[in-house]
RNA sequence: CGAGGUGUGGCUCAGUUUGGUAGAGCGCCACGUUCGGGACGUGGAGGCCGCAGGUUCAAAUCCUGUCACCUCGACCA
């Protein structure tokens, strides 16, 4: 059988119809079920796994960092949703309230947190005082409901999951450090547990979070050439402290106004991950984050012999800390090989009587179908170094792709032109800084601004729109 | 929110044009034979056709309304 050969009936083919390839994948793979409420999923075991095992890694790291985490209410009232002018503009359109409580109409209704900026600011002015009460470095797991009117499984839902740090500093210096090291972090793990690559760049003015001073944020690519924003870090100023009056003392008794951040991922990054990895044969899940590492497939398990020495491998890599499942089900090899390519599994271990004869196994990765032998003295080494090997050619080819679809522009005609000859993807043209300017190259060309990549480079001395001189390189994309 | 599409056993769908006893494949259950890329045989269970009205002797099918989901746009993590 060719390596490549499509397996999988059920799942549309991704060339066809990248959408419904994508709708197939969370429903077949088992990640999600959808519910009576639009927008929101029910997201199931093999995928919530996904997500825990993103953030056990991500926690890690802010704890490293000096971050606790905490837990906001759920409610805000809209009197403080109100304090930051920007910050309820940006989001009162797509809120969700609550008028009753039982049969009692509220005296004043509550929103369902869209993001928690202004319960931090409410705790920050109450608790900061002094400078020895800086920086407090808060983050907190929750879920946020934004009612969004089209919806997509992880991608756009009404409520989804993610962190949020929040975090206040003495200095501006200070925050904005603080801004720049989460979106490092967050470029670290996409590429090293995701094996996604992602451009570090800054928002344009038009495209910042409501209420910051500058927003940071990770872009990658999909598969189908579309941008999706995995990541953002925010450096909000004063202008939070001042909205909601956090004063604290300094050294000198002076009273001064405290700088803050905030930083976000988001269950997205699943959506991500899919869109970046999977293929046609179903879900291609990173090693770091895979629920199941590697599967064990017994091979003629009736024989003699055969299911203990595949339990017995199972047990080998178990104490190896490695997440190994063993599916001594009924099912014939080959429904397994199957089942197990759609679900993402990044190394399958078959194990039958002439291997056991011979003294190893077969190891076939997910992403290639690379097939090695393995013998079963050197297992657990071996198995590791596949892992590493999975990752590699994950990593390697999500790259080539965002590489081959980036393109240097120099006039709006190159945009549509690359865009149309090489389909959708990043396209790399300079700009004046002028907001005009922005809208139109989106107007005429279906590609927005992305960001404003921190490694900049001189593709043109004058602005792809108006032609005046240009300020900065900007990615621009059509985005999810 | 604008445009389009779809709702029929767990899943994918046929049946709707032209009203007349609810169908298929897959999956599921039992038993047997199989097992190195989605095995096969035999038997079996499972659906008031999204929901609410209406027309009719008779509605999955026609009419009205409503809800949900999918796709494409505008907005957004």
Known sequence: MAKNEKLVEQITSMDEDFAQWYTDIVKKAG??????????MVIRPYGYAIWENMQRILDNRFKE???????????????????????????APEVAWVTHGGNEKLEERLCVRPT????????YANIVHSYRDLPKLYNQWVSVVRWEKTTRPFLRSREFLWQEGHTIHATAEEAVAETEQMLNVYADFCEQALAMPVIKGKKTESDKFAGAVSTY?????????????????HYFGDGFAKAFGITYTDQNNQIRIPHQTSWGVTTRLIGAIIMTHGDNNGLVLPPAVAPIQVVIVPVAQHKEGVLEKARELYETLKSAGIRVKLDDSEQSPGWKYSEYEMKGVPLRIEIGP????????????????????????ELTEKVRER??????????????????????CRSIDEIN????ENGDGFVKAMW??????????????????RCIPLEQEEIDGKCVCCGKPAKCMVIWGKAY
């Open 387 to 408: 892992l590493q090997a999975v990752h590699d050619d994950m990593y390697k080819k999500a790259l080539e792709n965002q590489q081959r679809r980036t393109y240097s």
């Open 417 to 420: 032109k690359a865009l149309s």
């Open 354 to 377: 002439r291997d056991i004869e011979e003294g190893h196994c077969v190891a076939v990765e997910r992403p290639t179908r690379n097939k090695t032998f393995i013998q079963l003295s």
């Open 432 to 449: 004046c800084g002028d907001e005009e300017c922005e809208d139109k190259v989106k107007a005429e060309t279906g590609a927005g601004s």
């Open 217 to 233: 944020a990770i872009e990658a690519l999909m598969h189908d050439g579309k941008a999706l924003q995995a990541g953002t870090s």
């Open 31 to 40: 990640l999600i079920e959808y519910t009576s409420v639009k927008g929101c």
């Open 65 to 91: 960092l000096g971050h606790e985490n905490v837990c906001m209410p759920m409610f805000i009232p809209e009197s403080l949703l109100n304090k930051e002018k920007d910050h309820v503009r940006g989001f």
């Open 116 to 123: 928690s900026e202004t319960l931090f600011c409410e705790h």
